[in-house]
């Protein structure tokens, strides 16, 4: 079974940048066959798809973040991170790393990490 | 504002049968497949239906996925008071490059 544990702060001051790994235990990234992706859902709101990533370092992003976001694997250490900078109150939200399909437009999440809640704030 | 656009709320008694719908264009659901999750409350969302219709493994088959043209539609069957919860469509949209847009989320309510 697939486990996925999101680490990084929980606060970050506007206009800095924000920085997230996801662990993955119990299945390995670079054996291919998933991409790995990022989701955030701000308080009392919705769910938004940031990007996901290849273990090749392909990566497709969120139209809206994509001037702000960056994302990379470690194979060696089995963890994918997500890179937002420029970060505002708006990006105040729980952000869940989580295993994406091989088919990259399956929106097809099955596997989830907790999530991390992430406050923007001086 | 979401790209997918779903009721804010939908509500049954148990034993009814209720259905979501999620409205979306040419560009996503209208060429992609169609995804549902269930969220519980401070939890994290759990994939119920996959490509469509496809029930994930485990999941009961009280829930049913369809779409027709640029709609899609999540039906739940022999309503539970377990089924209150937040659910939310998901599909590919061609549009700029390609990417993965979600409904806005329905509160399911069993009354």
């Known amino acids: 079974q697939v486990q996925l544990e999101e680490s990084g702060p929980g606060l970050v001051k506007p206009s800095e940048t924000l920085s997230l790994t996801c662990n993955v235990s119990?299945?390995?990234?670079?054996?291919?066959?998933?991409?790995w992706g990022w989701i955030r859902q701000s308080p009392g709101k919705g769910l938004e798809w940031i990007g996901s990533?290849?273990?090749?370092?392909?990566?497709h992003f969120n139209p809206a973040l994509k001037t702000r976001v960056s994302m990379s694997v470690d194979t060696a250490s089995n963890q994918f991170s997500l890179t937002l900078t420029s970060v505002a109150a708006a990006d105040t939200a729980v952000y869940f790393c989580?295993?994406?399909?091989?088919?990259?437009?399956?929106?097809?999440?099955?596997?989830w990490g907790q999530g991390i809640l992430v406050t923007v704030s001086s | 504002q979401s790209v997918l656009t779903q009721p804010p709320s939908a509500s049954g008694t148990p034993g009814q049968s209720v259905t979501i719908s999620c409205s979306g264009s040419?560009?996503?659901?209208?060429?992609?497949?169609v995804y549902w999750y269930q969220q519980f409350p401070g939890k994290t969302p759990k994939l119920l239906i996959h490509?469509?219709?496809q029930r994930l493994s485990g999941v009961p088959d009280r829930f049913s996925g369809s779409k027709s043209g640029t709609s899609a539609s999540l039906a739940i069957s022999g309503l539970q008071s377990e089924d209150e919860a937040d659910y939310y469509c998901?599909?590919?949209?061609?549009?700029?490059?390609?990417?993965?847009?979600f409904g806005g989320g329905t509160t399911l309510t069993v009354l």
């Open positions: 989580a295993r994406h399909h091989v088919v990259v437009t399956a929106p097809r999440f099955e596997f």
């Open positions: 119990g299945g390995f990234i670079n054996r291919g066959g998933f991409y």
């Open positions: 990533i290849y273990h090749t370092g392909s990566t």
């Open positions: 040419r560009s996503n659901i209208g060429s992609n497949t």
């Open positions: 490509t469509t219709n």
């Open positions: 998901a599909a590919w949209d061609d549009s700029l490059n390609g990417h993965v847009v």
